[in-house]
């Protein structure tokens, strides 16, 4: 009797533990269906902050969200979750980075305005106000940002032109006035902001589209250039939370995860306790029937061995339970494994906008920034092997008055293709970028004097040969260009400020002069 009390004691221990084991399942569940929950969040958030970036990356991300919908379970996901993790941090690292850049591009293009004589000193104040923001993501509408600048720089000239009195006929002005609307209304157009900037910007919309005078033109585009760097503001602040949000829901993902896999672990383990001490029951209660030393008992031990065979019932449930949850697991860990690859290639797509802010978005060639970089680079290499190094500044000639002629698209026009004729006269080695507003800088490595005036002598021949046509004209083009080696104690500041002036002193009275200064 001892042995069969015994076995009815180890029954019951055998029963709670299952009980126990149950209620832990149901825990393990629920904890999962919490993190299938902020990874559908997470999901939403990422696919709204990357939409419009990719069409791809939108459509897969719709898809994960679709997918989602199902019965899904969260474990094993901890080194993916942290490479994504990495991933986002990333990204906020490089944004940043093209920030600065973007800045400096920008306020090199306002300072220059700024100093524009003859500017109102209230107007001096309030682009004043809008460049010493602080540091800010400008990323996508900075270009937007330079072309607002440049319309206001026109639109100034327009205004200094009127007060002298001479420049424009009357018949040019109003023409040149809807043409700078026009020009208004198109950036006004491509922006998207779903922000209070942006109710704002419609109302300006509306108003250019009934005709606005000169001077309501002019307040109107600094308006605009207020209400984007506000915008922009606006939205890096909402992106920024956006990646707090994200790092911090992974974090909590990434946590909630560990505790459902001792979860589950413990899970396991108290199913395989179960099967050993159900097996020990059964043999124990098989001896003791084969014995044959107590029949009185032996209706108990049927008894005991029908509830064995229940537990056993359970305990096959319970295994099944289990294989769903390993099933679940697996197809979450694929999903994650998913938003790595997306993530990954929202990260690939920065690193090409970070190229792309590299390049002059009309001339195609390097900008200013790539410049700097670029020859701080071989300003090193020049100190320490001492290879020739030659700066060639390259300016256009009457670029203004081309525009004022043949309007700002012919300016455009030739830009272009001037910057493609002087590439197309240089080295593979060879650097080209854009200066300035009509300026082009080449960096010149392993060169000799005679190379050089070869270099010069190409390049302006191949551009005074240009056909270009403007309102069925044909018009020439020219060129004037200084350039200068690094010599002696020479600092890229010092070779850039000889070869500006030198340009400078040679365009007037007249340019296309070739000016070689060591
Ligand atoms: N079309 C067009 N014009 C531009 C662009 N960037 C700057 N400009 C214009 O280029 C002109 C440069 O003026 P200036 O520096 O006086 O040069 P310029 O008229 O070529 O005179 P010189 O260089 O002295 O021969 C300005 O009128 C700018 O508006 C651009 O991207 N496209």
Not at 323 to 336: G, P, R, Y
Not at 488 to 493: E, H, M, V
Request: charge should be neutral; charged fraction near 20%; include cysteine.
């Amino acid at each position: 009797m001892t042995d069969i009390s015994a076995i009815v004691n180890e029954v019951g221990v055998l029963k709670q533990r299952l009980d126990l084991a149950q209620l832990s399942y149901r825990d393990s569940n629920l904890k999962s269906r919490r993190e299938i929950v902020i990874l559908k969040r997470l999901i939403t958030r990422l696919a709204v902050a990357c939409r419009g970036i990719d069409n791809e990356l939108d459509t897969s991300l719709q898809a994960i969200s679709l997918d989602l919908e199902q019965p899904l379970e969260i474990s094993r996901l901890i080194p993916r979750l942290s490479i994504v993790e990495r991933l986002v941090i990333q990204q906020a690292d490089v944004i940043q980075l093209q920030n600065k850049r973007l800045q400096h591009h920008i306020s090199q293009r306002g300072r220059t305005l700024s100093h524009y004589q003859g500017l109102p000193q209230s107007l001096q104040r309030d682009l004043r106000g809008i460049f010493n923001q602080p540091s800010t993501t400008l990323l996508d509408n900075h270009q937007r940002i330079l072309r607002l600048l440049e319309l206001y720089e026109r639109s100034i000239k327009l205004i200094a032109a009127n007060n002298n009195g001479t420049t424009l006929s009357a018949d040019q002005q109003p023409s040149f006035e809807v043409e700078l609307a026009a020009e208004l209304l198109l950036v006004i157009s491509e922006i998207d902001f779903t922000n209070e900037q942006g109710e704002q910007l419609f109302v300006i919309r509306e108003q250019l589209t009934q005709g606005v005078n000169q001077t309501r033109l002019q307040t109107l585009l600094l308006q605009v250039l207020r209400l984007i760097v506000a915008g922009t503001h606006a939205e890096r602040h909402a992106s920024q939370q956006f990646l707090n949000t994200l790092n911090s829901d992974l974090a909590s993902l990434q946590k909630n995860t560990a505790k459902a896999a001792s979860s589950f672990a413990v899970l396991h383990q108290h199913r395989c306790d179960f099967n050993t001490s159900i097996a020990t029951i059964a043999t124990t209660i098989n001896q003791q029937l084969s014995l044959k030393k107590t029949p009185a008992a032996t209706p108990l031990l049927v008894n005991l061995a029908n509830e064995l065979q229940q537990l056993a019932q359970r305990n096959s449930q319970l295994e099944l339970r289990e294989q769903a949850l390993i099933e679940q697991l697996n197809h979450n860990d694929n999903k994650v494994h998913q938003v790595q690859q997306q993530t990954h290639s929202y990260h690939q797509r920065l690193s090409q906008q970070e190229q792309n802010i590299f390049r002059d978005k009309l001339t195609l060639t390097y900008n200013r920034s790539a410049f700097d970089d670029r020859l701080k680079h071989e300003y090193q290499r020049w100190l320490r092997y001492q290879t020739p190094l030659l700066l060639m500044l390259i300016d256009i000639d009457d670029l203004s008055q081309l525009n004022q002629d043949y309007g700002h698209n012919a300016g455009d026009k030739a830009l272009k293709i001037i910057a493609k004729t002087i590439s197309q006269q240089l080295n593979p080695t060879d650097f080209i970028a854009r200066f300035n507003d009509d300026a082009f800088m080449l960096i010149i490595t392993d060169c000799n004097d005679q190379q050089r005036h070869q270099t010069i002598k190409n390049i302006r021949a191949a551009v005074s040969q240009l056909p270009l046509h403007f309102k069925g004209q044909s018009v020439a083009m020219s060129v004037s260009i200084s350039s200068s080696f690094f010599a002696n104690n020479d600092t890229p500041k010092q070779v850039i400020e000889r070869a500006e002036t030198a340009l400078l002193h040679a365009q007037h009275p007249r340019c296309n002069i070739i000016i070689d200064q060591i």
